[in-house]
């Protein structure tokens, strides 16, 4: 590791910076749900939105990123999955790594590889952390415990 239902509440509700907001990009409904179910274990954390496809997760950051309201909207993490349909994560990360306030969010990159040469590619483009699927709770709360110690 280097470095079926979601809530959907807009991210304009979010509270304040007390709840750390966390989005999620995953196609695979088992998956999702597992990675949901360990962070509701993990503590205060908020899932704000969960997304199907590279390029919904992209056109949400791009929308969000513009408004007036960044600061307050701003995702504390993004896990992203590795391989999803219309836009695969590293394509998510190049894109993502063009914004100068989009880059600011941590990245989680969740797969089913091992390949130590993938893992360094995500890495190099600017991906945080590293998390195999299925996801296993002590692994994510080393993810959590370095993006928001306080919030575990």
Not at 75 to 80: A, I, S
């Amino acid at each position: 590791m280097f470095g079926k239902a979601m809530t959907s509440e807009p991210v304009d509700t979010v509270p304040g910076s007390d709840t750390p907001v966390i989005l999620i990009a995953e196609d695979d409904e088992g998956h999702a749900s597992l990675l949901e179910r360990h962070l509701k274990r993990c503590g205060n954390w908020k899932i704000c939105h969960r997304f199907r496809d590279g390029q919904e997760v992209l056109d949400f950051l791009l929308k969000v990123s513009k408004s007036t309201s960044w600061a307050r909207r701003n995702p504390h993490l993004l896990f992203l999955d590795g391989c999803m349909p219309k836009m695969s994560g590293q394509e998510v990360i190049r894109e993502i790594q063009t914004s100068r306030m989009l880059k600011t969010v941590p990245l989680t990159i969740v797969t089913t590889t091992n390949d130590s040469q993938e893992l360094e590619s995500f890495q190099a483009l600017g991906c945080t952390y590293h998390l195999n699927k299925p996801v296993e709770i002590n692994a994510l709360r080393h993810v959590l415990s370095q993006v928001q110690p306080n919030h575990q």
